[in-house]
């Protein structure tokens, strides 16, 4: 019999939301990277007005999770984001590129669901950089590295809005960025 390549943690959840130290109703759809001696989760939760914002947690093993006082990514409220966000940021994706870690995020609104892009370099300051994708699309995760000089994204469209050629949803991978830079 071969090995098991992947086992449940015995000890899950890692994080439940008795642990968030503001008032929550759900913790999931968890990104987790290495960033110096620590391990950062960022992760989904619906504040009680069913409005999603994106918390931070710190963990020395990776096991051990202990939640940041506030949250790291709330929907904007008067910016150019605004209009995006208006029902919330949910499930974000994390990759250290070139020295400082992209964020893809959902930003849900009246309009559908849009991919946004944000990035930090040490996860005490988030900088909005700008929305990535038309309407409807989810997990979207950017590549560690480029190929042939582009960046590249893997996603998966959401709805009857974006279907795959099939009319079934599919993940995609796209190149993006000019190759001559």
Known sequence: MRPDIVRRYRHNPILTKAEIPYPVETVHNAAVVKHGNEYIMLFRSHLRTGRSIIG???SLDGFRFTADPQPFL?????????????????????????????????????NGVRIALAKTKDFSQVERVSLITEADYRNVVIFPEKFDGLYARLDRPHSEIAPGPSGFPILRIYAIGDSHS
Request: no cysteine.
């Open 56 to 58: 931070l947690a710190r």
């Open 74 to 110: 709330t929907p904007d409220r008067g910016g150019p984001f605004a209009a995006y966000e208006e029902f919330g940021v949910e499930d974000p994706r994390v990759t250290l590129l070139e020295g400082e870690y992209i964020i893809t995020y959902s930003a849900y609104s009246r």
